[in-house]
């Protein structure tokens, strides 16, 4: 019989020893293990998902990643290309990477390059982010998006890759220590570790980029971005959580993820199989003039923060967040508070100041969200429904229980519970 | 008979809608009002005092200003030369400005210049952080203090002041509003502010200095110093203070300030007049090797933070700040808690995400301390007793009742109350 404790014992142990550290952007067709040459696949948010079934954003987001490569020019002709066959869409949890809301990335793009200093220098990847509103990640594709993405790939991602080497790598673990004492949760809320980001990277950039001008836009476009540093995160969360993966006997969600139509989760101890549920819409705040009835579902590969215990699982470090995402300040410690329910340990690196310094609730046990009855709790970004729009608000969000209870069965049929 | 409560509400009302803006960094010497020319003025931290009352770490830091003034070139020197009656020592106060620890500014160093935005773009200045440890502020004057006042003044202060302006300045009362959302309280925690300065200014170094090595040099300098930005933070608090002292009538207290050997305070209606009571010891974490023997008495103008409703009565927007003053994280909320019973209003300004955006405890009522017997809380750094050491930890301090008390009755005695 399968000791189910000792193996979540191991998974979390795993998941928080994990240290990824950043030490390089490259290309992803260069760099992510089996993209190599592979110029008609594009990976995205999610477990997979095809264009008949993907969302106005996602449709948004492959339409302008096929325009950034110079593959087409219009949206429909990208439609027609998908459709022909050429491309494969796959997501970017089977290449070791993560993206937030659609989180396309195709062959030409630059990413962050992690590396696991405690599992042989295991790499994990997540692409470079670009700011606000109208944006790819959110579904956007108009010449302003793609020209944004040339300038970061072009200009700023030789300077970034430089000044990571300049500096010796940034420990993205330690950063998320720090910014959970700065009023961060690690998800919606990246203020501070986006500057201790700026911080650890703008010597060197200052010192690798000679044109005074071009270092000036690098640190304001870097600087005014409070999610400049999500990207880093959520490749450090997806190194953590795969370092949890494939542990046998073990009821803890390795990943959870968004591609906008579905909501999916893998359970460590089930292999790479994804259990789904249609996305839910989310609750939150909408920017000025858009609704509810503008918001796409759930959608992105974000919730590794959760499912590496923070995000919102460590809302009670930052009160500050529900600007944003709706609701009053006793609502973030509340969310943490539920989550220590569905949770195996206490982080022993990530740690809450107004809890006296306990540890974020770490390692979501399917068992327990079963038994309980009560679902992770996620804060995100809602993009908007349509392709080409991109970001209208922000807010709160709980994924099915039917893809929960469903995961938890296969589990009990592989190791013959009844 | 003069209304209390109307004066006091003046008073508060002022200190909230002060917005001091840092337009540039000059030449003390030349900048500040009642300096020109005055090559002999030494400022210190605190109300006034004499070399011979003068605590070990005032004193070394008075020989570091004349060392790096090229005045003198040893301690002995120095105390022979302000014995001798050429120097002129006067508080910081006395001349728009305010300094961290022992808060020396000599003719030549140069200092941040505010502007009060809504009170006639009345100035206020401080002079630049140099870091940890060994620092002059803290009393060391030892080769490498000096050469890196030089290294300040001569190279990164001409590239400040370009940046401030190419910038168009940096709003500070902004900029701690929003570090009190980012586990910041404005005194011993300065870290996210300290970093929003950094993502303020960096853009404008990037561009103004055209040299990538010193442009790497001063974005690591300011980056590595998690006090950065608590010189602009204190001149802007002074500029609050200032713009709530002197109203006829009001008991609210404009100034708290030490000089390492007393403790001082101002009460708005009572004028410049100082009301003093011997410093107290500060109880804190030492650094590895010193002990609560090696302690200086509490020392700096950096209580105008608390004054202006900030600093210890902010730390519940601050609970990580318990790590380095000691105690645990309920600590930090028990003490804004208490602050509310001495003080004339809820900052408008200045909130706590963790109170759910309650504003600050602001405008220290004079008559609350004495009538409730609660001295203000303050966190602090500490100074070793001795010239020529520096920093041995920091903690958290009260200022003694008798000087409230000596305060309390004097106001009674000129507005004619028994």
Known sequence: MVDIEKANKLAVEKMMDSRPVLVGVEKAGKVIPGREGRENLLTHAGPPITWERASGPMRGAIAGALIFEGRVKTYEEAEKLVLSGEIDLEPCHHYQSAGPMSGLISHSMSVYVLEDQTNDNYRTFSGLNEGYGKVLRYGAYSEEVINRLHWMDDVMAPVLDAAIKEVDGVDIRALIAEALHMGDEGHNRNK???????????????????????????????????????????????????????????????????????????????????????????????????????????????????????????????????????????LAMETTMEMYEITAAHHKIFTIPALDFQGTPTGIDVRKVVEKGITPRVNTGVAHKDAGVGQVGAGLVRPPMAMFEEALIAFAEKYGFN
Chains 1, 2 share one sequence.
């Open 192 to 330: 501070s570790a986006s500057l201790l980001f700026l911080k650890a990277l703008a010597p060197g950039i200052g010192k690798v980029c000679k044109d005074p001008q071009i270092t000036s836009e690098i640190l304001k476009f870097m600087g005014d971005n409070a999610l400049t540093v999500l990207n880093p995160v959520m490749a450090a969360c997806k190194a953590m959580s795969d370092a949890a993966h494939n542990i046998e006997g073990s009821t803890i969600i390795s990943a959870m993820a968004r591609n906008g139509t579905d909501f999916g989760i893998r359970i460590s101890g089930l292999g790479d199989q994804w259990f789904t549920a249609l996305a839910p819409p989310v609750e939150g705040l909408y920017f000025p003039g858009f609704t509810a009835a503008d918001a796409n579902p759930d959608l992105g590969d974000s919730t590794i923060t959760e499912t590496a215990g923070i995000g919102g699982f460590a809302m009670a470090a930052a009160p500050a967040i529900v600007t944003f995402v709706g609701g009053t300040a006793p």
